[in-house]
């Protein structure tokens, strides 16, 4: 929602509307929260994530490494907004996974041009990102992923560290988060 002096003056007449109707009716009001606490309940419920992995292996990941021979492709969530909600993300169309906030995937992947995909599991495909890499053997690359909210839905972008002491900090203290095994 852009700052308009319109704009304000309509969200502080919705507020005071609101107030007025919510103390002359306040059944109206409790009735308005059961779609909302239902919503949220949709949201959380379509989370289905993958297993977290066990501190060993994500001690590990934090190194900021690729396999010889390879490349990594790291892509971290960190921040308030939207954190319960599940984030699905997806390389190549191949590896997926979905995490919270506080999380991290890492996939080893052969040298060459890749395609990671990242959207919230209750958003819609325009509000997702999509960024193309093209890694060397030995190259790694973290992808911070930030939600910008707009007016109703929020929508993401990935910021792109390449420096490994950068990356690690900004790894240190995340979970690391399985991938999901594909259906058969």
């Known amino acids: 929602m852009n700052n ?29 929260l059961i779609p909302v606490i239902a919503l949220v309940v949709i949201i959380l419920m379509r989370n289905k994530g993958g ?8 001690a590990q990941a934090r190194q900021f490494t690729a396999e010889d021979g390879k490349a990594a492709i790291y892509v971290m969530r ?28 890492k996939a080893d992947v052969e040298p060459g041009e890749h395609t990671v995909e990242a959207q919230m599991a209750s958003g819609s495909k325009k ?3 999509t960024q193309v890499l093209i890694l060397a053997a030995g190259d790694c690359v973290l992808l911070d992923t930030k939600m910008n909210m707009g007016a109703l839905q929020g ?8 420096d490994a002491a950068e990356a690690r ?9 399985e991938w999901i095994p594909a259906e058969a």
């Open 4 to 32: 308009t002096p319109r704009n304000i003056v309509l969200l502080i007449g919705a507020i005071i509307i609101g107030l007025v109707l919510g103390f002359m009716y306040p059944m109206v009001g409790l009735l308005l």
């Open 51 to 58: 297993a977290e992995a066990d501190e060993g292996a994500a």
């Open 169 to 177: 900090e900004k790894l240190a203290g995340l979970k690391l988060v």
């Open 78 to 105: 960190k921040g308030f907004v939207g954190g319960q909600q599940g984030m699905n993300v997806t390389i190549d169309g191949a590896l997926k996974s979905q995490f919270r906030t506080g999380r991290f995937v």
């Open 127 to 129: 509000a997702g990102t």
């Open 155 to 162: 929508s993401l972008e990935f910021l792109q560290t390449n």
